[in-house]
């Protein structure tokens, strides 16, 4: 599975690919609030066929018009929008905040990058592009790069007085469920929906069937084993669920000692204590045990599959920006 900005930008090249010119518009600065992150792309192709966006509906028009001309001349365009500007409600953001998007033609050179950058994404490699805003040639940072510092952010940077838009591109968020339980059945579904590709690993054939899901990549077999063979990265989540310790223990050893960005298990705390008993005897370290999200989920009152279902997601994209929560006393304030 591919995030929702490498679909776009495999569309590009798709288009390409087949003789389209094409242009590629991408977020590189937001200034208060904006309805599109830094990186967010819209690709156009000749014709005026568009794909993406860089807004809310708000400047895509202005946008592709601009992808036009930069499609026939080759010339880049940086162009800023704002709810401030003198023609704000034909072509403004009516959040109230202010964009700036750069236009590139999608040339040789870049299409070669492109492709390179795709091929990583496939092998789910994370990487960070440079393109200079002045003059000069994108490239891949790589290690001992100038810009290495950078590598992993998203924005625009200046590096020994040229300007430069960092674009940090990770892999498709990945989520492994440790147990095909009722549970499981609600979240593989909406964890797909929210980007999130799927895969749920038990070995009881009964329950990993296809049937109860319809949708998700099926591993029935031990968790220690197919969890090496699947690879756990930092964009990857882990949810045990099985209440079964010959089951979830082995996938929770696995899971601390990898990078993953979340580790959740279900049980009650008297559960997880016992649970942690067992880890801590097996050798797993304190630190790691500390990185159990247990009880599982976000503590909104969830009640019945679905419901918990809704509050695992939503720690685990909670977990995934690295967003604390608003407080309840700042919600009181500003109500």
């Not at 003059?135 to 100038?146: F, H, L």
């Not at 609600?186 to 296809?210: C, H, K, N, W």
């Not at 079964?244 to 993953?260: F, Q």
């Amino acid at each position: 599975m591919a995030t929702e900005d490498t679909k776009i930008l495999l569309q590009a090249q798709l288009w390409r690919r087949t003789g389209r010119r094409v242009a590629i518009a991408t977020v590189i600065e937001t200034f208060g609030s904006a309805p599109r992150p830094v990186g967010a792309h819209l690709v156009v192709d000749e014709t005026g066929a568009f794909v993406g966006s860089v807004s809310a509906g708000c400047v895509e028009n202005d946008v592709i018009v601009a992808a036009l001309d930069v499609i026939a001349d080759g010339v880049a365009q940086r162009l800023e929008f704002g709810v401030a500007d003198e023609t704000a409600w034909r072509v403004g953001l009516s959040c109230g905040g202010r964009i700036c998007v750069l236009v590139q033609k999608l040339d040789d050179a870049a299409a070669e990058l492109l492709d390179v950058s795709l091929r990583m994404s496939t092998e789910r490699r994370a990487h960070t592009i440079a393109t200079p805003l002045d003059n000069g040639v994108a490239r891949v940072i790589e290690t001992g790069d100038p810009l290495a510092a950078f590598a992993g952010w998203s924005g625009v940077a200046t590096h020994e007085a040229q300007r430069w838009f960092i674009e940090g591109r990770e892999p498709a968020p990945r989520l492994v469920i440790i147990g095909a339980v009722h549970v499981a059945q609600s979240l593989a579904p909406m964890a797909q929906i929210a980007g999130f590709e799927t895969i749920i690993v038990d070995p009881r054939i009964a329950y990993a069937t296809a049937d109860r899901f319809p949708d998700a990549r099926l591993e029935p077999r031990w968790p220690q084993e197919a969890l090496t063979d699947i690879g756990l990265d930092p964009c990857t989540a882990i949810v045990v669920l099985t209440h079964d310790p010959k089951i979830d223990d082995p996938a929770l050893r696995t899971a601390l000692a990898s990078p993953c960005f979340y580790v959740g298990a279900l049980g009650s705390r008297a559960t997880h204590g016992r649970r942690v008993e067992r880890l801590a005897a097996s050798g797993v370290s304190r630190d790691a045990l500390m990185r159990i999200r247990a009880p599982v989920g976000l503590d909104i009152g969830a009640l019945g599959p679905a419901e918990i279902a809704v509050s695992i997601l939503g720690e685990m994209i909670l977990a995934r920006k690295r967003k604390p929560l608003r407080s309840s006393a700042a919600v009181k304030e500003v109500a």
